[in-house]
T-cell receptor, first 115, second 109 residues
């Protein structure tokens, strides 16, 4: 079974803090994704990566950065957390099929509260 | 870009009832995924179904790509079926997908 893990289920941080959210997958997937989920807005893509050291902006990258130093690990960084970044953060991974998208497998999510 | 619409937005049913959830998409796609998000937030992929019909226990899904819709059927609902059901389709030629807003299903005991 594919396993995607996230470093924390719940996280509380203060405005201005630097926040690291870690995601690890064990299926040798090329693609990894970070989403945030907010009531009424659904899932929105923040960043994704299709290879080590590669990253692409999603729909809402402002205020975030990412790091992919190893294939299995994809980190989301909030350089200076703000209250409007309070949200549920979901990490996912998938194989790179080339011509079509493959199934995405999700981690359990991190519920971040910024005070 | 491609639009994904799900209906109904909310559904409340008694345990044992059957239900049909719909996903419409605005452009041709080469695959479609259905997910279930449980009350604790975990997203589980149910089906990867570019066309045709697939079944997994009490759940089945049908995608009619030429008419740009997919249906998820849940038979003999159980309280553990509660949660939000999302469909998702590819955004373009890379590996990104776009999600619908979901159908929130609540099964009453």
């Amino acid at each position: 079974d594919v396993k995607v893990t996230q470093s924390s289920r719940y996280l509380v941080k203060r405005t201005g803090e630097k926040v690291f959210l870690e995601c690890v997958q064990d299926m040798d997937h090329e693609n990894m994704f970070w989403y945030r989920q907010d009531p009424g807005l659904g899932l929105r893509l923040i960043y994704f990566s299709y290879d080590v050291k590669m990253k692409e902006k999603g729909d809402i990258p402002e205020g975030y950065s990412v790091s992919r130093e190893k294939k299995e690990r994809f980190s989301l960084i909030l350089e200076s957390a703000s209250t409007n970044q309070t949200s549920m953060y979901l990490c996912a991974s998938s194989f790179n099929r080339g011509t079509s998208t493959d199934t995405q497998y999700f981690g359990p999510g991190t519920r971040l509260t910024v005070l | 870009g491609i639009q994904v619409e799900q209906s109904p937005p909310d559904l409340i049913l008694q345990e044992g009832a059957n239900s049909t959830l719909r996903c419409n998409f605005s452009d041709s796609v080469n695959n479609l995924q259905w997910f279930h998000q449980n009350p604790w937030g975990q997203l589980i992929n149910l089906f990867y179904i570019p066309s045709g019909t697939k079944q997994n226990g009490r759940l089945s899904a049908t995608t009619v790509a030429t008419e740009r819709y997919s249906l998820l059927y849940i038979s003999s609902s159980q309280t553990t079926d509660s949660g939000v059901y999302f469909c998702a389709v590819p955004m373009n030629r890379d590996d990104k997908i776009i999600f619908g807003k979901g159908t929130r299903l609540h099964i009453l005991p």
